[in-house]
């Protein structure tokens, strides 16, 4: 069975996956306030993150979604994508999160 996704469905989950992002994000931040400094990187990586947006969604197999990070330092950002991946996951468990662009400022 085929199923076609039209452009005001990947509108509405682009909305929805970027409520999710901003949110998990903040979680990220407030979580990262009690870490020790054995997690100092870590803590640099969250705290370096302004914002993530999404770019684009491709629904080809599972949901592919492709961010722009938003960041003052650069770096390595996989940690930062990881986390959030995992928060997405019990929502949307075929959800795939790819870095299209780090943007420093």
Do not use: C
Request: proline share 3%; net charge negative; glycine share 4%.
């Amino acid at each position: 069975m085929k199923y076609e996704v039209t452009e005001k469905q990947l509108e509405k989950l682009k909305k929805v996956i970027q409520g999710f992002i901003d949110s998990a994000l903040d979680s990220l931040r407030k979580m990262s306030e009690d870490w020790g400094l054995g997690q100092m990187d870590e803590y640099d990586e969250v705290r370096s993150v302004e914002k993530i947006v999404v770019d684009r969604i491709v629904p080809y197999t599972g949901i592919n979604v492709y961010i722009d990070m938003y960041v003052k330092n650069d770096r390595d950002y996989n940690n930062v994508r990881a986390e959030i991946q995992y928060n997405l996951e019990p929502h949307f468990p075929k959800l795939k999160l790819f870095i299209n662009e780090i943007i420093t400022d």
